[in-house]
């Protein structure tokens, strides 16, 4: 979708596209998955437990983090990565918001 475009659409539908498409590849799912299950700042380990690189894993980081779904602090000679708690909520509250709107199967299909 062209830029020019994003105009027409309310703020909350461009933060809610901006996110998804930050969490729309398998390997930042996954990247995620593992943030949210160790209940911490993850480091180093991403690339022995996902078994890609560490350019790509870096580059996944860098698309969530740009989006803001993942927050990052320097220690030492690495940067860990935790779940940005405050987009973390807009997310849930939008698509709790957007998922309810679905009423129900209709007599139109």
């Known amino acids: 979708m062209g830029l020019t ?3 027409i659409f309310s703020k909350e539908q461009n933060e809610l596209a ?4 930050a969490m729309a590849h398998p390997a930042r799912i996954a990247i995620l998955q593992r943030i949210l299950q160790s209940n911490t700042c993850i480091c180093g380990d991403l690339v022995e ?7 790509t894993i ?3 980081l860098k698309e969530l983090k740009t989006a803001g779904l993942i927050q990052g602090t320097i220690e030492g000679v ?3 990565y935790c779940i940005n708690p405050s987009i973390w909520k807009k997310l849930e509250g939008q698509l ?3 998922f309810s709107s679905y009423k129900g199967e209709a007599d139109c299909c």
Do not use: I
């Open 58 to 60: 870096s580059q996944h």
């Open 18 to 21: 901006l996110l998804l498409k």
């Open 49 to 55: 437990e996902l078994g890609l690189a560490q350019a």
């Open 96 to 98: 709790g918001s957007f």
């Open 78 to 80: 690495s940067v860990c």
């Open 5 to 7: 475009k994003t105009d």
